[in-house]
């Protein structure tokens, strides 16, 4: 089951079902991000730039952005011809890094900026994004 939080200008997404709880949105912006907490996620503490690198940072995919206003200067939709690296990690995702608009088959956009991993291995539960069932698997390359 999905849950949003937002603060008017954009949401961020939770599905605890494909969270890894690495801790990487605790460590990156506590004021927003607290498993102390309940609700654990507060909007109203952080700008939200601040709130969108913390979620780029999601490496499982689990927390994105939704845009609830089209922001411009916030996120550009056009094309780039500088030239993007993408890793594959040993026996592990595609590891990427940059600043992509993801839009699945409904229509729905996922912005992630920073550190992306993709599944290689085909099984994860939240694709296209890894949620490490390569190593629950033991997947080789």
Known sequence: MK???TNGEISVVWQPKICQHSGNC???????FNSKRVPWVNMNVAKTDEIISAVNKCFSGALSIKQN??????????????MQKIVMAENGPYLLEGKFVFVNHEGIETIKEG?????????SGNK??????????EWKA
């Open 3 to 5: 849950k949003e939080y």
């Open 69 to 82: 206003q089209k922001t411009e200067d916030k996120m550009e939709n056009k094309p780039t011809n500088e």
């Open 115 to 123: 550190k992306v991993a993709l599944c290689r291995c085909g099984n």
């Open 26 to 32: 605790v460590r990156n912006l506590q004021s927003v």
């Open 128 to 137: 296209p994004f890894c949620d490490g069932t390569h190593r629950r698997n």
